[in-house]
């Protein structure tokens, strides 16, 4: 029997990806991990905390403090922290200016790594999605996929989950969490060895997932 199918979703913020990933590990009756979710997590808990977000040594002397639990449902993603649901309080504008400073301390990204290695190795196949899933997290996945959109269509897209929010300060927001994101030294935003890079702004939704589920299936032909 060979080990249970890991579909690694990298990219930008913006572009795509949850409801790729979503569709996919729907489609195909798989897991679904959101990664960004964990560290959006964290970020909370710092926050709650008082923890100064932007000093790393802060940050890293308390990353093993919160207990974060993932649900992978894809029609019904769960996270909590210490037992509370945080699902909304991590879409925040506080935790979208923190998230990025706190995911580049190394401490918080081993600590993270070794709960999503826990949650990928636990049952059957999964679709796992975030920045460095396949560079890092699980280099050895049979399907990388690296999606990317304009900055104005990733922008139009975030705003409109949001409610409406500002589209120009929207894409500012998004644009210095890829500069941070692609900059810092542990694990920055690439695209994996193998990836296939799928530029989303020209497509629909429906007609992302149809791409990427047409790779599994390629990929599940070779073995
Ligand atoms: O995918 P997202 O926008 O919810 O991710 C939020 C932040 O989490 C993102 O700005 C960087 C960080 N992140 C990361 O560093 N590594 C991952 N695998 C996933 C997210």
């Known amino acids: 029997m060979s080990s249970p199918l890991v579909v690694a979703i990298d990219g930008t913020s ?7 990933s ?3 590990a729907d489609r195909l009756g798989l897991r679904y991990l959101d990664t960004g979710a964990m560290f959006r997590a964290m970020t909370c808990w710092m926050l709650a905390q008082g923890v100064d977000v932007h000093d790393p040594a802060a940050v890293a002397a308390r ?8 649900g992978t449902d894809p029609l019904a993603p769960t996270i909590t922290v210490d037992g509370a649901d945080v699902a909304v309080a991590i879409r925040s504008d506080d935790v979208n ?42 280099p050895d996945a049979p399907v990388k996929v690296y999606l990317s959109a304009d900055p104005s269509a990733r922008a139009i897209r975030r705003a409109a989950e949001q409610g409406g ?3 120009e300060a929207t894409q500012a927001s998004l644009l210095a969490r890829d500069r941070i994101d692609s900059g810092r ?24 997932i149809g791409l990427v589920v047409g790779l599994v299936e390629a990929a599940e032909a070779r073995t």
């Not at 694990?187 to 060895?193: I, N, Q, T, Y």
């Open 165 to 167: 929010a500002d589209v």
């Open 63 to 70: 990353c093993d403090e919160p207990e974060i639990v993932s």
């Open 97 to 138: 200016a923190a998230v990025s400073p706190v995911s580049a301390v190394p401490e918080v990204r081993a600590r993270l790594l070794r709960l999503q290695r826990d949650v990928i190795a636990s049952d059957g196949g999964i679709v796992v999605e975030g920045r460095d899933i396949g560079s890092v997290v699980v």
């Open 185 to 208: 030294a542990t694990a920055p935003l690439v695209m994996a060895d193998g990836a296939v890079h799928i530029d989303t702004t020209p497509y629909s939704l429906d007609e992302v």
């Open 14 to 20: 913006g572009s795509g990806k949850s409801s790729t």
């Open 22 to 24: 979503r569709g996919v």
